[in-house]
């Protein structure tokens, strides 16, 4: 047999090979993805500092005062709807916190309670502060996928409710003493800036 019909019977070498390739890169990818979630959140998707200004703008433009709340109370904000249905706005008032409870913890299943988004049960267990960062554990019932304007209402209400506490500037959110990655597309993998 000659070279030039030997090269005709083995075609499917190149095809292997090229099988091969496109298999490593997508595990390549996938790798990297996994690593790196927030490379798989969409550039629109992803929070800017026009969508925390939004936050401030829906609290008649008006920072919230942070407090060591020694008064025994604390704000709760609720959001809500215009009269359109377009619009976020938040209502606030001060509530007394219960004896023996957290102001922290008691504050955020507040604003968790009136913003009637999570289901039944979904809380904030505890919190931990240590240089200025508050680690969020929330039990199991709060760890969902939401969809993008809840995600939004809840990360925004939570930031803002815990940026009342003049000790606090970020907030992690945790489940299960890990990190948590995402309540749908907003990262949270990282600590967040609170809201004031």
Do not use: C
Not at 134 to 143: E, I, P, Q, R, V
């Amino acid at each position: 047999m000659s070279k030039k019909q030997q090269t005709r019977k083995s075609p499917n070498t190149g095809m292997w090979f090229l099988f091969a390739l496109g298999l490593a890169a997508t595990a390549g990818v996938g790798a990297y993805l996994k690593s790196n979630p927030s490379a798989s959140i969409p550039p629109s998707e992803m929070r800017t500092d026009e969508d925390r200004k939004s936050v401030k703008d829906a609290l008649d433009g008006k920072p919230a005062a942070t407090t060591d709340r020694r008064d025994g109370k604390v704000e709760v904000i609720k959001p809500k709807l215009d009269d359109k249905g377009e619009e976020l706005t938040y209502d606030k008032s001060h509530e007394a916190i219960p004896e023996g409870q957290d102001k922290v913890v008691f504050a955020v299943n507040r604003f968790l309670e009136e913003s009637k988004i999570v289901p039944a049960g979904a809380k904030l267990d505890s919190v931990e502060v240590k240089d200025k960062i508050a680690t969020l554990k929330f039990n199991a019932a709060f760890d969902r996928t939401y969809g993008t304007e809840d995600e939004r209402v809840l990360v925004d209400g939570i930031l803002h409710t815990v940026g009342q506490f003049a000790e606090i500037e970020k907030v992690q959110f945790t489940i299960g003493g890990e990190p948590m990655e995402t309540l749908g597309n907003i990262d949270l993998t990282t600590p967040q800036t609170v809201l004031r």
